[in-house]
């Protein structure tokens, strides 16, 4: 196990609706990123907070935003729910300042259903 | 033209077999080359990673780097019923926390 939890494991929404998703980063790691996965694709990048900050942001409209908290859990907030917002929610950790090596550390993600 | 390629296959072989993974990319900036392995209902995990064109092994595990290709593999030796995951490679971009991922390989080794 990463030491990465996320919750819920699972959640069905309605187009239209707003949800949030949580992770609790591993111990000591200051940088978690996001990611969607679809079904049958690789992850793609959604952002990135250090220090409860967005450093980095991937292709995704602003209906998509996140909060990263002191003790280093973090949110991502989806306003708006399309139908192809449905897919694996992952997020990942870090420590800034590390080698490519010392990479993220992935969750098991959030499933995400909107019908 | 996406900027990774990766079949999704899926890909089935005996145990004991080799297998051959690949992925293309076209960004030139690339610098470093990932492969995570995901198994179902977990996220991605790192299984190797390299920097230079060349091979790099890890037990049964070999990546190779062809940077004039823009080409990239991961072989399993004597794969084992417990190598069936999704394949995926990945290519930081723009910093160690944003990685670009191909869409992954399914591997299934059967007794």
């Known amino acids: 196990e990463t030491g990465v939890t996320q919750s819920p494991t699972h959640l069905i929404k309605t187009r239209g609706q707003q949800v949030t998703l949580r992770c609790s980063s591993q111990?000591?790691?200051?940088?978690v990123s996001w990611y969607q996965q679809a079904l049958g694709q690789g992850p793609q990048f959604i952002f990135q907070?250090?220090?409860?900050?967005?450093?980095g942001r991937g292709n995704f409209p602003p209906r998509f935003s996140g909060l990263q908290f002191p003790n280093y859990s973090s949110e991502l907030n989806v306003n708006a729910l399309e139908l192809d917002d449905s897919a694996l929610y992952l997020c990942?950790?870090?420590?800034?300042?590390?080698?490519?090596?010392?990479?993220?550390?992935f969750g098991p993600g959030t499933r995400l259903t909107v019908l | 033209q996406k900027e990774v390629e990766q079949d999704p296959g899926p890909l089935s072989v005996p145990e004991g077999a080799i297998v051959s993974l690949n992925c293309t990319y076209s960004?030139?900036?690339?610098?470093?080359f990932m492969w995570y392995r995901q198994y179902s209902r977990k996220g991605p995990e790192l299984l190797m990673y390299?920097?230079?064109?060349g091979n790099k092994e890890d037990g049964r595990f070999t990546a190779q780097v062809d940077k004039s290709s823009k080409y990239i593999s991961l072989f399993i030796r004597d794969s084992q019923p417990s190598d069936s995951a999704t394949y995926l490679c990945?290519?930081?971009?723009?910093?160690?926390?944003?990685?670009?991922f191909g869409a992954g390989t399914r591997l299934a080794v059967h007794p």
């Open positions: 990942a950790s870090r420590s800034a300042g590390t080698g490519v090596k010392d990479t993220q550390y």
């Open positions: 111990s000591g790691h200051n940088t």
């Open positions: 907070y250090y220090r409860e900050e967005e450093n």
């Open positions: 960004n030139s900036a690339f610098q470093y």
């Open positions: 390299t920097y230079s064109s």
């Open positions: 990945a290519f930081p971009s723009g910093g160690y926390n944003k990685l670009i």
